[in-house]
Nanobody, 118 residues
Framework: QVQLEESGGGLVQPGGSLRLSCAAS????????IGWFRQAPGKKREGVSC????????NYADSVKGRFTISRDNAKNTVYLQMNSLKPEDTAVYYC???????????WGQGTQVTVSS
């Protein structure tokens, strides 16, 4: 069964850190570009970070640049999002997405809640 599963969310104080994991089953992640997205209540889903399949090049939204780091471990079929210096505005449900153009493939996880609050 093809599946993406996020984990690692939780409640953290401002300035704290969390590491999110996105684990794939049923398909090899190394052939896919992986993106992390988030959606806060009442807001549209936005892209946070992505990592390519070819050379693991990365991109970040301006709002998280310098604080978040995306990485992949193909041996574990998992992508990570290390989040440091968390702010209340980082509170959202975080989703990972695996995307490939050809052969086409597009998978989403169920999301993991991140709450930054004192």
């Amino acid at each position: 069964q093809v599946q993406l599963e996020e984990s690692g969310g939780g409640l953290v104080q401002p300035g704290g850190s969390l590491r999110l994991s996105c684990a794939a089953s049923g398909f090899p992640l190394d052939y896919y570009a992986i993106g992390w997205f988030r959606q806060a209540p009442g807001k549209k889903r936005e892209g946070v970070s992505c990592i390519s399949s070819r050379d693991s090049s990365t991109n970040y939204a301006d709002s998280v640049k310098g604080r978040f780091t995306i990485s992949r471990d193909n041996a574990k079929n998992t992508v990570y999002l290390q989040m440091n210096s968390l702010k209340p505005e980082d509170t959202a449900v975080y989703y990972c997405n695996a995307h490939r153009i050809w052969p086409s493939g597009d998978y989403w996880g169920q999301g993991t809640q991140v709450t930054v609050s004192s």
